[in-house]
């Protein structure tokens, strides 16, 4: 069974970058994508950006194109959100999460199976 937990949040101003980790444990045998979500607090969860563990496709919401970067170690144990030129409507609680599912929007995240407890990103402006 997979563990996934996320580092990395904190408070940053308007343009500021950060950088998520999200530490994997556990048997990775059949994850075809890893991701990372967002929520507001009045808002539905979010796909920001996902990635392919096996061909290493990425797919980036039009929101964070061209600013946010996923990427993951040769392990495959870490999965890392660099984000850049950050803005206000950024903030929110970050989650990593996994999929064995191989069909269905890979930004959606009804398709993902396992979650980490989120971290919270809080942008200024």
């Known amino acids: 069974q997979l563990h996934l937990v996320e580092s990395g949040g904190g408070s940053v101003q308007s343009g500021g970058s950060l950088r998520l980790s999200c530490d994997v444990s556990?048997?990775?045998?059949?994850?075809?994508?890893m991701a990372w979500f967002r929520q507001a607090s009045t808002e539905e969860r979010e796909g920001v950006a996902a990635?392919?563990?096996?061909?290493?496709?990425?797919r980036y919401a039009d929101l964070v194109k061209g600013r946010f970067i996923i990427s993951r170690d040769n392990t495959a144990t870490t999965l890392t959100l660099q984000m850049n030129s950050l803005k206000p409507e950024d903030t929110g609680k970050y989650y990593c999460?996994?999929?064995?599912?191989?069909?269905?929007?890979?930004?959606?995240?009804?398709?993902?199976?396992?979650w980490g407890q989120g971290t919270q990103v809080t942008v200024a402006s």
């Open positions: 990635l392919s563990t096996t061909n290493s496709y990425a």
């Open positions: 999460a996994t999929t064995s599912r191989g069909v269905g929007d890979v930004l959606d995240p009804a398709i993902y199976t396992t």
């Open positions: 556990g048997y990775t045998g059949r994850t075809f994508y």
